[in-house]
């Protein structure tokens, strides 16, 4: 049993589920894992404030206040044999949250080059929540994916653009990182991935957005033209489902994906970027998923493909964390009811994607 006062520090969001609720009466109520779709945990001090909510398929939501509560037990995150993709015992070593739905699998090899981080902040309710999630390619020293979750919860607005760009020291090799003085005068921008604008709860969430790690290297008239429209329309897509959970990236593993070198920096230029989404619609207990292309170029057009077609094109495994039969199903989904939750039309099967323009980095990088 882990006793109030000791579970004083857990998320607001967090992915532990419930196994035991005891009450101050002696009371216990009983959860089962498999059959809960998450649980929010805040615990404050004052009386009558929200202790737990549980999103139970049998049960339904139910609340806990902090003044009802004596013990809570959570189950412990285990891997589920029946899912053959999923991030396993080994790679839970490398980063502990990975079993999070928003993580992809992990990158198999080259660990010592490889950066497993998450960043946790505090919350509005003073709980320590996780942030967002990355995965860092030390020898490229590239970002390959940022993911983190959008909900209610923390889609409120009450700080601004905090804007202290800097090296992220959980990258512990420094010859790893990417540095400021290899942005300056290189011609590219300090491009987001996890973008403030999704991480305006407190001062802390939104600064550690600011981290390198976070970055990638982006022409100012992708990053702030159809890079930043699409940041906005994740937004208004977390507005209307329970959770949102999002993977923002580059390519950077395939040498034929990839511009090269900056010429000032030696930054890595990618050709595409891309996100991968899924919705969670509570009410009907259904997912959606849809992949974002977007070439690295001023008004690229962009591109809506399913996450089996994402995959291809980047060779990762996007939100292999579901259950097999889900994750077949949503990331193959290419239905006019999965367009229309959308708002888009998918690409044409078997077309090309819409490609990469060189002649905007022409003078600023070093092609292969």
Not at 46 to 61: F, M
Not at 181 to 210: I, W
Request: net charge negative.
């Amino acid at each position: 049993m882990v006793t109030i006062f000791m579970a004083m520090g857990m998320s607001a969001q967090t992915g532990k589920k419930v196994k035991t609720v005891e009450l101050t009466t002696g009371y216990q109520f009983h959860f089962e894992k498999d059959t809960q779709d998450s649980a929010r945990v805040i615990f404050t001090p004052s009386n009558d404030s929200l202790g737990i909510k549980i999103y139970d398929k049998n049960t339904g939501e139910i609340d806990f206040l902090y003044s009802q509560i004596h013990h809570v037990e959570f189950w412990t995150a285990t891997i589920d044999p029946n899912n053959a993709n999923r991030n396993n015992s080994d790679d839970l070593k490398r980063n502990s949250e990975a079993w999070r739905l928003e993580f992809p699998r992990l990158h198999q090899g080259d660990e010592n080059f490889t950066y497993e981080i998450t960043h946790s902040a505090r919350d509005i309710h003073g709980a320590t929540v996780v942030n967002f999630s990355l995965e860092w390619d030390g020898q490229k020293q590239a970002n390959r994916w940022t993911c983190y979750q959008l909900y209610a919860d923390n889609l409120v607005n009450n700080v601004s653009r905090d804007n202290n760009f800097r090296e992220d020291p959980d990258i512990t090799n420094r010859q790893h990182r990417t540095t400021l003085g290899q942005y300056k005068g290189s011609g590219y921008s300090r491009g987001h991935l996890c973008p403030s604008g999704d991480r305006v709860n407190t001062r802390e969430q939104n600064s550690q957005t600011f981290f390198l790690s976070n970055m990638q290297a982006q022409i100012q008239s992708h990053n702030g033209g159809v890079w930043q429209q699409l940041e906005e329309k994740v937004r208004k897509y977390a507005d209307r489902c329970d959770t949102l959970y999002v993977i923002k990236a580059a390519t950077i593993d395939k040498k034929e994906d990839v511009a090269g070198r900056s010429i000032s920096g030696n930054l890595l230029v990618p050709k595409y970027f891309y996100m991968a989404l899924l919705a969670y619609d509570k009410a009907k207990d259904e997912y959606h998923a849809l992949g974002i292309w977007s070439p690295h170029h001023k008004a690229s057009s962009t591109a809506y493909i399913t996450i089996a077609e994402l995959e291809k094109r980047t060779g990762i495994d996007f939100f292999c964390n579901l259950p097999d039969e889900i994750e077949s199903k949503v990331e193959s989904d290419r239905s006019n009811a999965n367009a229309s939750y959308w708002g888009v039309s998918f690409y044409r099967e078997g077309a090309e994607l819409p490609g990469f323009n060189p002649e905007e980095h022409r003078s600023l990088v070093n092609f292969w």
